[in-house]
């Protein structure tokens, strides 16, 4: 059961306001367009949960790119990972020959990308990499590490700037610690 206080008062503590994840969201969209000169790679955003940081990534990517979404099942509404991962909406776009960025909220387990990767890994795509803003390397499950990240943070359930809880809470600018009290 989730007990709502109210949207701010559900938050415990503030872990990174919205000044320090746009600075490093700055600094990995110019490492990317470094990388990726000339090579017009494809953004996939993972939906929900990136999708502020896929924004924002991108639009600080300053050179041709494209843009396509999937959506995976893994988590259903709490915080256990399932174990099996199903895409439930697939990319619209051929990834084959081309170049591939896969941006993700956050890598817990590493289970959903561990899985995800090699389902897009048989498509052929020239490069496949991995770009995750949270990671939260104490939790990891599987041998996967991502390409790029923007933070790694605690073990701690973190939600807002798209990370949501039981589907709430994406909608908050900064990532805050929600109350324990919130979902015990
Ligand atoms: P993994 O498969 O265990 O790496 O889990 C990845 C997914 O779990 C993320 O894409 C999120 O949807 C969700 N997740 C993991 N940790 C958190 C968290 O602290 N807050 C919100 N969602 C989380
Ligand atoms: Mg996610």
Do not use: W
Request: aromatic share 10%; hydrophobic share 35%.
């Amino acid at each position: 059961m989730i007990k709502k206080m109210g949207l701010e008062k559900d938050i415990d503590s503030i872990l990174l306001d919205q000044d320090t994840i746009m600075e490093r969201v700055k600094e990995l969209a110019l490492r990317l367009a470094e990388d990726y000169k000339g090579k017009n790679p494809i953004f996939v955003c993972v939906l929900k949960g990136s999708i502020n940081f896929f924004s924002d990534l991108t639009r600080e990517f300053k050179d041709y790119c494209e843009f396509d979404f999937l959506s995976v099942s893994s988590y259903g509404s709490g915080m256990k990972n399932s174990g099996r991962v199903d895409i439930t909406k697939d990319l619209d776009m051929s990834i084959t020959g081309r170049h591939v960025i896969i941006v993700e909220d956050i890598m817990d387990s590493g289970n959903t990308l561990n899985q995800l990767t090699a389902l897009l890994r048989e498509r052929k795509p020239e490069s496949l990499k991995l770009i995750t803003l949270l990671d939260k390397p104490e939790r990891r499950e599987c041998p996967i590490t991502p390409d790029y990240y923007g933070f790694v943070i605690p073990d701690k359930f973190v939600v807002g700037y798209g990370l949501d809880y039981a589907g709430t809470y994406r909608n908050l600018p900064y990532i805050g610690v929600l109350k324990r009290e919130v979902y015990e």
